[in-house]
Every structure is written in C-alpha cells, then in structure tokens.
C-alpha cells in the first residue's frame, strides 16, 4: 500500500476544514450549498487548488458567482486554515468547479435512456414476431 505523502494529508485535510469553514463562515446569502470535493496542494505547500461543487446547481453564472465569492474569501479561509491546522504558511487557495459530478449525472441519465430505448425496441420487436 502506498505511503501518503505530506501534501496528501494536507490536502485532505485541507478539503475537511475547507468544508466546515466555509459552511459556517462564510456569510454571503449568495453562496449556495457548496461542497469541497477535492484539494490538492503543491509539493511547495505554496498554492492549493481547491475544486467545489454546487448542489443542484449547472447554471454557469450561479456557478461563477460562487466561486467568485469564494476567492474573495481566500484570504479570510486561508488565515483560518493557518490557524486550525498550525501551518506556518498556509498554501494560496484557488477555487475551481469540479464538473465531474454534473458530468456523471449527465452520462447516468444518457445509459439510463439508453437501456429504457433498448428495452422499448426490443419489446417491440417482440410483440411483432408474436403478432
């Protein structure tokens, strides 16, 4: 089994705290309910790249409002972070949407009209060869 290395655990650490704190702290009625899905962080500690998603939300312009208000959070999240997981230098946040959820809907929904298309066709066909 592979060793976790450093910026693992603080990625995933990261991604924990994230969570809880821009649940509970960050106070714009603007953010929707969003969800920390990942984080890695850079060998340097230096930067993080932080991918969220939005619940119930593929509105590219509500997406983008979310993320815009948490990059003007970055630095009170980042301080935050310094403080909650005792890092000298927290590493610079930077927020992206994380499409692969939406994406899996999407691709859930396409296999499921898929099969039902299928199943129609092939009642279908059966119902000619018996009538």
């Known amino acids: 089994m592979r060793e976790f290395s450093r910026t693992d655990r603080v990625g995933e650490q990261l991604q924990q705290e994230l969570a809880v704190l821009i649940q509970r702290e960050v106070k714009d009625p603007r953010l929707g309910m969003v969800t920390v899905s990942s984080a890695s962080v850079s060998r ?13 939300e593929d509105d590219e312009a509500k997406i983008k409002q979310n993320l815009d208000i948490l990059k003007h959070a970055a630095g009170f999240l980042r301080s935050q972070i310094a403080r909650r997981m005792s890092l000298r230098h927290a590493p610079e946040l930077r927020f992206h949407y994380d499409a692969s959820i939406a994406r899996g809907h999407q691709l859930s929904s396409l296999i499921d009209d898929a099969v039902a298309s299928d199943r129609k066709r092939q009642h279908d066909d059966s119902e000619e060869e018996n009538g």
Request: no cysteine; glycine share 8%; proline share 0%.
């Open 44 to 56: 340097d500690l230096a930067y993080a790249d932080v991918y969220i998603t939005v619940l119930g």
